[in-house]
């Protein structure tokens, strides 16, 4: 079974990849946009953004969705980070999941912009990647995991 | 200046030792070249064509002098003991090797400076007036803007992975010396009518292979909403910038393809979500930022008795009057002058200086300028803060250490880049260009003569020599395996901002110097009384100044 990092841990996969080509939908697969927009019942469901695909026709539904995949074909394109956040800012509380070829040196940005979960398409190397969640300790901004940015949290300055 | 505290310290720290794994990761073989690539560009670190080239940040062109003799023996430790001043007011070397990057980044850790992003497809260094905080036309300091700025987009998790690169300046004064128009978001601190100061937003400004003006997306902002507003622009041109061309990846033609009506709507729309929120900035924090750049204990000085002093020396020493009239400025202070340290000496590459030099600005700051350097982005250093008492010691050292050049702002001041001679990106060298160019006009009477006038070379299109904006651009071209000259005419970055235009088909090195002549004396004899080169250019058009270069070329 594949494996994952969740929560900050490394544990297997129980979803089945989402597949374009399987019109039906069925329990515990991961639909593409295009399927989730036509299932009928969106409760528990898993559903997979393509660069391109903004998060926007989740956002009513966010209560009802289980799972939300924002696949990186490749770790160059970067707009994955603002969908995520975007689901955040809006209220997503389910899993949030990076999925595909991103490095272990994005963990620290993707986790700060809510994600949870990473599925790294070459999964040898998940202890590693364990260890650069821990690259950063402290930063300057507002992000998910820290809705203060530093100037609000600095002490009153002593300079 | 800016001080870091234990929260700044702690992210460089960690930053350092980031790129200690992923270097060590690297040279084990774990990361890829490609995977390596984006990481070690936003350290600031090129592999280039004789060595990797580290791009050190200066933010908003800021040092102190303990700052300097740092770079000093890191040029001397881990390069050929000089450092190369960059357009963007960064500080480049161009030979340390690879597996001790992590050592230097280390060593710039301990005198809280760094090399995160001045490179890659994230928010590099914001850049500002090189006399902010000093210059006479100024509304207000716009450091502490940009150290505001600074801070936001440092590591900034969401904008790490732009389609391209993403540069702010920032400008807090009358006369424009950042050139905001020509950067992807330009700043600019204006009063509203009821006299309160916000900002002015432009958008999509740029060089390169495309060059454009920035288009007004907000004529007033109030500053509290600074931050969010650049958030909303950032993730706009995130989530919809090209990516599948590198070319048209700056949101210049995201801009444009949009139309500034619709941009402006879609900033707006994701800027209603982030207004107000815990990004809004605080009076606290504008005060916390403020406090490091307030005015140094100026001295009251009797600015008669300086005068008629200083009046003395220039009378006694000619060669001493000429270098206060061409490279100090007025300071908002009296009794102080502003001084530009030309880095544009004939015969040394553009922006270059040596380890020895580094350390003696390093002391003449701490005697006669409270301590601080800027750099600029035309290449050179200034001491901000200089009593007219003691500008003739001041020179006096300067001269002896060959930084006395006085050509601030005329034509052998030029703008230029590391060109073919370096950077693996150029089409053509630059280096040899500017120096022939610098050698043909070595009579400074006929320079002062010709007034005003910036020449900028670039020696691709990627236009790090700024060559679209320089009154007279040079870009250098590959023509079948040679190099070739391109010449542009007319550009400014100042307020009145313009992108030059091209002369017409371009031209060998060896030419240029004569290409150069022409250009010059077709000015001379059309310009009316003291008018200067641009605004020559600007009544005159293109025309006479083809007819004559191509007809010579005949």
Redesign the interface.
């Known amino acids: 079974m594949p494996r994952l990092i969740k929560n900050g841990e490394i544990v297997n996969d129980s979803w089945i990849a989402a597949d374009p080509n399987n019109a039906g939908a069925s329990a515990g697969r991961i639909c593409t946009l295009q399927q989730w927009l036509q299932l009928p019942d969106k409760e528990g469901s898993a559903v997979q953004l393509e660069?391109g695909e903004?998060p926007t026709a989740l956002l009513d539904s966010l209560d009802l969705i289980q799972l939300v995949v924002i696949h990186f074909p490749v770790?160059?394109?970067?707009?994955g980070?603002?969908?995520g956040?975007n689901l955040r800012?809006h209220g997503y509380r389910g899993e949030l999941r990076a999925s595909g070829y991103f490095?272990r040196?994005?963990l620290?940005?993707?986790r700060?912009?809510g994600f949870d979960a990473f599925r790294f398409d070459d999964d040898s190397?998940l202890e590693g990647a364990l260890a650069s969640m821990k690259?950063?300790?402290?930063?300057?901004?507002?992000?998910i995991d820290q809705?203060?940015?530093?100037?609000?949290r600095?002490p009153?300055?002593t300079? | 200046m800016y001080i870091y505290d234990q929260y700044d310290q702690k992210i460089v720290d960690e930053r350092v030792a980031q790129f200690r794994d992923q270097t060590a990761r690297f040279l084990s073989g774990q990361i890829s070249d490609a995977e390596f690539l984006p990481l070690r560009l936003q350290n600031g670190l090129y592999l280039q064509r004789q060595a990797p080239m580290l791009r050190i940040a200066v933010p908003y062109g800021l040092m102190n002098s303990a700052q300097l003799r740092k770079l000093a023996s890191i040029t001397r430790n881990y390069d050929k003991g000089y450092a190369h001043i960059s357009t963007r007011q960064n500080i480049q070397l161009n030979w340390p090797a690879l597996a001790e990057v992590p050592d230097i980044l280390a060593e710039l850790a301990t005198v809280q400076m760094h090399a995160i992003q001045t490179s890659g497809n994230c928010v590099r260094n914001t850049t500002t007036d090189q006399f902010a905080g000093v210059a006479c036309d100024e509304l207000e300091d716009p450091r502490p803007y940009c150290e505001i700025i600074r801070q936001w987009s440092t590591l900034h998790p969401e904008f790490a992975f732009l389609p391209r690169k993403f540069k702010i300046a920032v400008c807090g004064s009358m006369e424009d010396r950042a050139a905001i128009h020509h950067h992807d978001i330009g700043i600019e601190l204006v009063a509203n009518d009821a006299g309160e100061i916000g900002l002015k937003i432009l958008v999509g400004g740029g060089l390169g292979r495309t060059p454009a003006i920035g288009a007004v997306v907000c004529p007033w902002l109030d500053k509290k909403h600074m931050l969010t507003y650049l958030e909303a622009i950032l993730r706009v041109y995130n989530k919809h910038g090209r990516r599948d061309n590198k070319y048209k990846a700056r949101i210049k033609i995201l801009v444009k393809a949009m139309g500034v009506e619709a941009f402006t709507a879609a900033v707006e729309q994701e800027w209603s979500a982030l207004k107000d929120g815990p990004t809004t900035l605080t009076n606290e924090e504008f005060l916390r930022a403020s406090s490091f750049f307030e005015s140094p204990a100026y001295e009251q000085i009797d600015t008669q008795i300086a005068a008629s002093e200083l009046q003395t020396q220039c009378e006694k020493d000619p060669i001493f009057a000429n270098w206060v009239k061409r490279n100090t400025q007025r300071h908002r202070v009296p009794g102080y002058r502003i001084v530009s340290i030309s880095l544009k000496a004939t015969g040394y590459a553009p922006g270059d200086i040596t380890a020895e030099q580094l350390e003696l600005v390093a002391e003449l700051s701490d005697c006669y300028s409270f301590g601080e350097v800027r750099s600029t982005h035309e290449q050179n250093l200034v001491l901000g803060d200089v009593q007219i008492s003691q500008l003739y010691t001041l020179w006096r050292q300067l001269q002896g250490a060959g930084l006395a050049t006085a050509n601030i702002g005329y034509l052998t001041d030029i703008i230029c880049c590391p060109g073919g001679d370096y950077c693996s990106l150029a089409n053509a060298k630059s280096l040899p260009v500017a120096e022939a160019i610098q050698v043909r006009f070595e009579n400074l009477d006929y320079v002062y003569d010709l007034g005003p006038l910036e020449l900028n070379i670039s020696g691709c299109m990627n236009a790090c020599g700024h060559h679209h904006i320089g009154h007279i651009g040079i870009l250098g071209v590959d023509k079948k395996g040679q190099e070739y000259y391109q010449i542009c005419l007319g550009g400014s970055q100042s307020k009145d901002a313009s992108i030059g235009n091209i002369l017409g088909p371009s031209f060998k090195q060896e030419d240029m110097p004569d290409v150069i002549d022409t250009i010059l004396s077709t000015y001379v004899e059309l310009r009316e009384e003291e008018e200067h080169f641009l605004d020559t250019y600007r009544r005159v058009g293109i025309d006479p100044f083809k007819e004559r270069v191509y007809a010579s070329a005949d």
């Not at chain 1, 690259?135 to 992000?143: K, N, R, V």
């Not at chain 1, 809705?147 to 609000?152: A, E, H, M, V």
């Open positions: 660069p903004e770790f160059t394109d970067g707009r980070f603002s969908y956040r800012e490095l040196d994005q620290t940005y993707l700060r912009c190397q690259d950063f300790t402290e930063y300057y901004q507002a992000s809705p203060l940015p530093l100037f609000r600095r009153q300055s300079h």
